[in-house]
């Protein structure tokens, strides 16, 4: 979702993003947006540089517990003002804005959110160091049978909850703007579709997360009598439940003037090309610069496709023909040789 | 029971394995080399779960390629270090993988009290010592009604009670025609299993030890 939105900053013009620092400036609930998004920037970043601290992988790193404080703040600095350097350069940028207007107040507040930011940011990590493998706060429940459908679901609200929610929320925030938009103005159903583009980026990392879930916890999958079929089927069932609420939302809230025949339409495109991207990202090792690249070419070829009033129906045959086709030339087991 | 023909392992383009043709009849095998000797790649391309060139034929009926359903009904693999999700429990991981594998009725609570795996059955993996984490992943190789079990170092972190048990299982399982392969950096001749054949994987191919204790 973060990568989304930043391509969307990134579409907008140097004019429009000075005239959006401007506006912050004099307002502080708009600055208070900014500082809410640099928070959650923040706390995605360190809570990254923790969950590495803990990774087995990674425990060697407890060893820098014997450099001196000082080192190890300065070192911890170096490497929170890195991770925060779109934060960084941002509110440079505002800060400069704000003396040429002289927003004092708004200066001060700018500069003392973003020192803040690196400060917690730096007791915090290092704070995991000092305390590596924290007791878990844990309901004492009984454990319920988890069937296989639940397994990356569960996974992903445990381990990577941030991400659950940031893609949910986004994504359900945004159709349901979409929604609500259409019947204001003279708008056709070229904007549901811009909608469901949208949502189906928001999700394009799942399809990565789940990979990695069972590539790297559920090895003897590729050991299970299932075929191609089977296994694409099961994965179906997997996104089917992640794109569930996408379908109550679209029910709860579709305009009147589209039929519900149109918002089933929409919510099996969607479920198809994230069935699609699934299938194509499955057992690859993806470099991130590369599936950056393809998201933002996917972004633009959507939406000059959809601009050009390519319909719904061929977008749904497009993601489910694509899925049939590339699934019928993969072989057990689904990686890929290195 | 199992035909290798032509098998070629790469990563990242660099050949790890090259097995021209290896015929291995049915019985235990072990399979020894040192460590990095490609053990465990070769056990894996095996159960199906690396892909390779070549061919890998069970009963010279069922290639893991161009019947790779029929033939994992055949071919368990229990790995040398299991990695499992830990919010799950054994039982949810058991009650999988034994429907993938058509397991008969009985066969887990059987398999469950034979590897001390019910004691922590509804317990989160993410509490399981390395041993239980063990114990969890023979319980899995035995599900269904394989043909060939792979065992990547079964007896690393096992019990001397469970691995007794283990030992008598096998001895009874090979005399229901089951094949056992299984790989060890331990003492083999200490289980007292009547190995059939050793086998020793080095300089990226596999060839039967002549220096080997056989029974």
């Known amino acids: 979702m973060l990568v989304v939105m930043l391509l969307a900053a990134g579409f907008m013009r140097a004019s429009d993003h000075e005239a959006l620092i401007d506006a912050a400036l004099g307002s502080p609930v708009l600055l208070g947006c900014f500082m809410a998004l640099w928070g959650l920037y923040t706390l995605k970043a360190t809570a990254f540089v923790r969950s590495q601290l803990a990774a087995p992988d990674h425990l060697f790193f407890n060893a820098f517990r ?11 600095l170096w490497v929170v003002a890195e991770l925060l350097i779109p934060i960084l350069g941002y509110a440079g940028w505002m800060l400069v ?25 730096v007791v915090w990590v290092d704070y995991r160091l000092r305390h590596p493998a924290p007791a878990p706060l844990r309901l004492n429940l009984p454990a319920l049978p988890i069937p296989y459908g639940l397994f990356f679901p569960t996974y992903w609200l445990r381990k990577e909850p941030v991400s659950l929610v940031l893609t949910k929320v986004s994504s359900g925030l945004l159709l349901v703007g979409i929604c609500l938009l259409y019947p204001t103005d003279d708008y056709d159903q070229r904007l549901l579709l811009l909608g469901l583009l ?20 559920l090895l003897l999958l590729d050991n299970l009598p299932y075929s191609v079929w089977q296994r694409l089927g099961r994965h179906v069932i997997l ?4 794109w569930l609420p996408e379908l109550a939302l679209f029910l709860r809230h579709y305009p009147d003037a589209v039929t519900v025949q149109y918002v089933l339409l929409l919510w099996l495109t969607g479920l198809g090309w994230l069935v699609l991207i699934h299938t194509l990202v499955y057992g690859r090792r993806v470099d991130p610069d590369r599936w950056l690249a393809c998201l933002f070419a996917t972004f633009i ?4 496709t959809i601009m050009a009033h390519v319909p719904a129906s061929v977008w749904c045959a497009l993601g489910w023909g694509a899925t ?15 | 029971m199992l035909t290798v023909t032509n098998l070629t392992k790469a990563y990242e383009g660099k050949t790890v394995l090259t097995v021209p043709k290896l ?23 095996i159960a199906g779960l690396l892909p390779f060139t070549g061919t890998v034929l069970l009963d010279n009926t069922y290639d893991s390629q161009r019947q790779p359903v029929d033939y994992r009904l055949r071919v368990n693999y229990a790995e040398a270090e299991p990695v499992y999700p830990d919010f799950l429990t054994a039982r949810d991981l058991t009650s999988f993988v034994a429907r993938a594998k058509r397991a008969p009725p009985g066969q887990v609570d059987q398999l469950a009290d034979l590897l001390g795996v019910t ?7 993410r509490t399981y010592s390395s041993g239980m984490l063990k114990k969890l992943s023979l319980l899995l190789a035995w599900l269904g009604q394989p043909q060939l079990v792979l065992l990547d170092e079964p007896l690393t972190t096992l019990d001397v009670e469970t691995a007794a048990r283990l030992f008598d299982f096998v001895r009874e399982q090979i005399r229901q025609s089951v094949s056992v392969w299984l790989t060890s950096h331990q003492d083999v001749a200490l289980t007292g299993l009547p190995i059939t054949a050793t086998w020793q994987v080095s300089n990226g191919t596999i060839h039967q030890a002549t220096d080997a204790f056989t029974s």
């Open chain 1, 97 to 121: 804005r704000a003396v040429r207007f002289a927003q004092w107040s708004a200066f001060y507040t700018i500069a003392t959110a973003v020192m803040g930011l690196v400060v917690a940011s």
């Open chain 2, 23 to 45: 015929t291995i009849p049915p019985g235990i095998h072990y399979f020894r080399g040192s460590n990095g000797s490609g053990k465990t790649t070769f056990l894996r391309i």
């Open chain 1, 301 to 304: 070829i959507g939406l000059l």
């Open chain 1, 324 to 338: 049939i086709v590339f699934s019928r030339f993969r072989r057990l087991p689904l990686k890929v040789a290195s």
């Open chain 1, 239 to 242: 996104y089917g439940l992640i």
């Open chain 1, 66 to 76: 014997l450099q001196t404080p000082s080192l190890r703040g300065l070192l911890w």
């Open chain 2, 119 to 125: 004691a922590f059955w509804t317990q989160p993996i």
């Open chain 1, 198 to 217: 949208l949502a189906v980026l928001f999700h394009a990392s799942v399809s990565r997360q789940a990979s990695q879930f069972e590539q790297h916890y």
